[in-house]
Nanobody
């Protein structure tokens, strides 16, 4: 089991940056996949960025080059650095963890990009 708590969402203008944090209730070691998904109003939840224990990071095409996923194993925290934010990045962002083929989700944090 793992509990995930996100923070860092907020209201920003286009072109600005924001960093999301997700702190896990246990060590990140042994977690197969960590990542971020998002869901905009009226749309399905979509993958934004993931990092695998034995693989490279993966990004959605829409955020590649603007967003960066990273993790701090000491703080049990995974981050999503979001730069050059666009209107279409507005969504609820969810932290995700996969452990022994079981998915765990955070409660979500709202990111709103508006002028």
């Amino acid at each position: 089991q793992v509990q995930l708590v996100e923070s860092g969402g907020g209201f920003v203008q286009p072109g600005e940056s924001l960093r999301l944090s997700c702190t896990a209730s246990r060590s990140l070691y042994g977690i197969d996949t960590l990542g971020w998904y998002r869901q905009a109003p009226g749309k399905q939840r979509e993958m934004v960025a993931i990092t695998k224990r034995y693989g490279s990071n993966q990004y959605a095409d829409s955020v590649n080059g603007r967003f960066t996923i990273s993790k701090d194993n000491v703080k049990n925290t995974v981050f999503l650095e979001m730069n050059s934010l666009k209107f279409e990045d507005t969504a609820v962002y969810f932290c995700y963890a996969e452990l022994s083929r079981t998915a765990f989700w955070g409660q979500g944090t709202q990111v709103t990009v508006s002028s």
